[in-house]
C-alpha cells in the first residue's frame, strides 16, 4: 500500500498515534475524531490499527499484530472495527468523499457534492 493512502495508524507498542501530514487540511475536530478513535482500539485490542484509502477512495480500517503478541484481540479487533462502521458512518463516508474530490481530483465527485450541496440549501 503507498504511504499517501494511509490517513492514519496508532500502535499499541509503541504508545503512537501518526495522521499523514498530507490530509493535514482536514478540520481540527475530524483530526481530533480520528485520533480518539484509533487510540481507543488499540488500547482495547492491542496491536496496530490503521486507516487507510485504496485506489477508487474507499477507507478501509485493519489490525495487526505481532507474532506471539498474546494479548492482542484479533475477534475483538474485527467487532470494534465493525461496530466503528457504524457507529461513525458518516464521518466514514464524509472522509471518502473528502479523499476522492481533494487527493483523487474527482470531477464526479466534485458534481455530486455540488448537487447535494444545492438540494440542502432549497
Known sequence: MNEEQIL???SAYERKYYLNPRYASLPEAIKEELQ???VTLTEDVGGVFTMEFDEDGTLYMSTTA???DFFYDEIGS???IKQYRVKYSEL???LEAYYRLFI???EAER???LE???DTSD
Open 104 to 106: 483523487l481530483g474527482d
Open 116 to 118: 447535494e450541496i444545492d
Open 78 to 80: 474485527h467487532l470494534k
Open 92 to 94: 466514514l463516508h464524509n
Open 36 to 38: 480518539i478513535l484509533a
Open 111 to 113: 458534481a455530486a457534492i
Open 8 to 10: 492514519c495508524a496508532c
Open 66 to 68: 505481532k507474532e506471539n
